[in-house]
Structure formats: C-alpha cells, structure tokens
C-alpha cells in the first residue's frame, strides 16, 4: 500500500537569513567538544525527551526508524553499567587493544575507567534495530541501518550541545553486554552510550583542531573544468 502524500511547503527564507543563520549555526558547532569528565548536576528529563523527539526526525533507510533509545538516570543501573562496562573495557586496555589503537588514543587520555557512566546525570544507550517483526512474528527487513542510526545519533548529539549540554560518543568494546543488561529484544544490537550532562568544574579536553573545509571537501561547480569523457 502506498503512502497517501501530502502537501510539503515550508516557507523559504530571504538566502540572507539563511547565510546569516549558518554563520551563527557553525560558530555553535565549532564550539562542541566530546567531554569526558561530567558534574553530577541533574538535568531535567524533559530535556532528554525532546532531544531524542529530535533524533527521531532523522531520514532513515524506507523510512524503518531502525533505532531505539534507553535513556537512563537511575544511579544503582548507572552504576550496574559501568561495572560491565569497566569489565570490557580492562581488558581492551590490557589485552585486546593492537598497540596501533593504543597509541591512537593516547592524545585522548582515555582508560578503562568509565566515571561519566556513573557522573553524568544521563545515560542513553543507542540500539540499532536490525529488523522489525511483522505482525505475523515474521521478520521485516530494515535497510541502511548504521547509515540510518548514525544520523539520528548525529541529530541527538548536536541537539543537546545547541542547548547547552555536553555529551560523549562512547563505544564500550565488546557492547554487547548492554543488550541484556537494558531488556533489548535480539532484534536489536548496541550501537553507543552517550552520557550526557554539564561539564564537571576545571574539565579539560584535548587540544585538538579540526579539518579545514579544504581538507574535507571539495566542490565541482560550473567553473570547474570536466575532463572530456
Ligand atoms: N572503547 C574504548 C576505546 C576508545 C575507542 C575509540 I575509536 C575512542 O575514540 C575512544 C575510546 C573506550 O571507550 O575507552
């Protein structure tokens, strides 16, 4: 069955707001930093209900919304996930970690040692939902799931740092333990935890710099020269 379309006319801005809008959007995002180190500060779930509304509106493959948030402030599972968590994470830090990996992450200064996963006054675990069950218990196929995820994750991170709140994009490795640990159906699979909360007092981050738009990207326009095919 088709979906029924409807009429789609948002309104369109003089291109002046719409630069003016993307200069001050950008100087927002040049400012967003992934913080590791959160002030126990409580933040209202109504906040965290909207920026996941907000996740929600992201594009997704056939339109399958393939993602399922578990948004977490209770401090005895905080603590119940960073203990599993930590288990992981140890032994990444001693064992499983190739010494190229190690070495990538030292300019993070990041170890197996998950404090945000009990500071921060938020934790949401993203899943990613690999297939649905139809309403004869068959299974659906979803499409371009990571795609489809990773763009909601994107919505959701950049929705909390434009109001005003910090977040960290952290991939406990293997995650599969969260799946149990939440009471997620085998449908889905764990995709990222991101704590989210203010920064704690004197929180540092690494001094780091961003591609320019040279070096991410490149534009073929109607000056551009096109080789003869
Ligand atoms: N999962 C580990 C390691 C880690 C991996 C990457 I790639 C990072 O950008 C940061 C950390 C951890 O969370 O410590």
Known sequence: MNAPF??????????????????VDLKTAQARRTVRVFSTDEVPREAIEDAL???????????????????????????RLRAAAEIEEKEFYDHKAPQD???A??????????????????????FRRDHEIGPDGEKLKNYYMTE???????FLIQALHRAGLATLT??????TFLRELCGRPMNEKPFVVIPVGYPAEGCEVPDLERKQLD????????STHLPTC
């Open 6 to 23: 409807v009429p789609y006319q948002p309104d369109r801005k003089p291109i002046q707001e719409t630069l003016a809008i993307l200069q």
């Open 53 to 79: 509304r907000i996740a929600g509106t992201a594009p997704s493959g056939a339109h399958r919304q393939p993602w399922y948030f578990v948004a977490i402030s209770n401090p005895e599972f905080k603590k």
């Open 170 to 175: 952290h991939t406990p490795s293997p995650m």
């Open 105 to 126: 992450l030292r300019p993070l200064g990041t170890d197996f040692v998950k404090l945000h996963l009990t500071d921060a006054p938020w934790v949401i675990v993203v």
């Open 101 to 103: 990996w190690l070495d």
């Open 215 to 222: 070096e991410i990207s490149e534009f073929i326009s109607s």
């Open 148 to 154: 489809s995820v990773g763009i909601a994750v994107g």
